[in-house]
């Protein structure tokens, strides 16, 4: 299982978080209460490990400043969580090493989310970074043959039960880790992680074979296994 801690903004989080075993920190580049500047994203990134995926939040901003921040942070993937084109979605995927496509559960467009040529789907509630649980039943929409990761309102309490429902690739977790916005309580994250992790693996459908070559990676290892 896949686990994307999002909403980093200290290295002391970044750190915990990877040391624990995540295996993606998002840093969230457009308005909120958990932004953070590019400068010290950059100082951030130099202190991970390479084997994490270090992906940078964005929403409806413009593809060229995207990606002049994504390679200058030296971050590994661009997310993009609001209301992209497929081609800007495409144009960005040329120039950044992966891409991240986030959707709404329910949103017309996720049924065409293979249109969009990103490395990995995410699908949200209305409201990302609200902590709210959204319908799980409407991540059925997303195209199979996917790297879905799921997101919305997840917490240690409930990532399980939410793996073994939708069965995504991976989770992604920002309020239900955290203390206070922006600030991730070890506790929580401990939890979160030893939850997800613990879920028995479903046997894979003929559908899903395609996919599994896509399997999480050891951030230990030299190189990340999940490109």
Not at 56 to 65: K, N
Not at 128 to 136: A, E, I, K, R
Not at 142 to 147: F, M
Request: with cysteine; proline share 8%; hydrophobic share 45%.
């Amino acid at each position: 299982m896949f686990i994307k801690i999002c909403g980093i903004t200290t290295a002391d989080d970044a750190l915990l978080a990877t040391a624990l075993g995540a295996d993606a920190l998002g840093f969230i580049m457009a308005p909120s209460t958990r932004q953070i500047a590019p400068p010290r994203v950059e100082e951030i990134v130099r202190r991970i490990p390479s084997g994490v995926l270090t992906v940078g939040v964005f929403r409806d901003e413009a593809p060229g400043r995207v990606i002049e921040i994504v390679n200058r942070c030296g971050l590994g993937a661009a997310q993009l969580s609001g209301r992209e084109s497929v081609e800007d979605t495409r144009l960005i995927r040329e120039d950044v090493p992966a891409v991240i496509k986030a959707f709404a559960g329910g949103s017309p467009a996720l049924s065409a989310a293979d249109r969009y040529g990103a490395d990995i789907v995410m699908v949200d509630s209305d409201t990302p970074g609200s902590g709210q649980v959204f319908d799980w039943s409407l991540a059925e929409g997303a195209p199979g043959g996917i790297r879905l990761l799921m997101a919305g309102g997840l917490t240690p309490e409930n990532v399980a039960t939410a793996i073994a429902k939708v069965r995504p690739w991976g989770v992604d977790v920002a309020t239900g880790v955290e203390m206070s916005p922006g600030r991730k309580d070890p506790a929580l994250l401990r939890a979160f992680i030893s939850a997800a992790r613990g879920v028995e693996p479903a046997h894979p459908d003929p559908a899903e074979q395609a996919v599994d070559e896509y399997a999480p990676y050891d951030w230990r290892e030299e190189e990340p296994r999940w490109q």
